[in-house]
């Protein structure tokens, strides 16, 4: 049997903190979550690939409550990014996942920048990425 390996990280912030950030606006979204019947985990597994977070739950929660709670989270995602100048993602981490956490967390983007040398040599480098197997 073959061995496998997928290198992996994310910038993370707690839930406590989304809340104290924008209170109103993760209410809203905990409420229609709770009142479709499904949770932030759920939410976040819908998200983790990119995909259209709308039509991933549709099937699960109906047409409305689906636009409904895809609405309150890009409010969420936009009051947030408005607050802090970074942009948040609710993602999730499955059984497959070996981390520092289990079930859903928020990733945080724009986090990192170049420095003024990066600026300088941008179209010279490129970063490189690889796993090592054991």
């Known amino acids: ?5 997928h290198a992996a990280f994310a910038d993370t912030v707690t839930n406590e903190f989304v809340k104290e950030t924008c209170p ?3 209410a809203k979204l ?3 979550l709770d009142g479709a019947d499904i949770d932030l985990d759920y939410l976040g597994q819908s998200n983790h690939y990119g995909g259209d977070l709308e ?21 969420l ?4 990014h ?8 609710v993602k999730f981490w499955d059984e497959d996942c070996e981390g ?5 967390y928020w990733e945080v983007e724009g986090i990192y920048g170049l420095t003024p040398a990066g600026i300088a040599n941008k179209g ?4 490189q990425d690889w796993t090592t197997f054991g």
């Open 100 to 104: 520092q956490t289990e079930g859903s």
């Open 77 to 80: 995602q936009l009051e947030f």
């Open 55 to 75: 039509n991933e739950i549709t099937e699960e929660v109906g047409e409305k409550a689906a636009m409904l709670i895809n609405v309150a989270y890009q409010e």
């Open 30 to 32: 905990q409420e229609l």
């Open 124 to 127: 010279n480098f490129e970063r």
């Open 1 to 5: 049997m073959g061995m496998k390996a």
């Open 82 to 89: 408005y607050k802090t100048g970074l942009d948040l993602n």
């Open 24 to 26: 109103k606006y993760l």
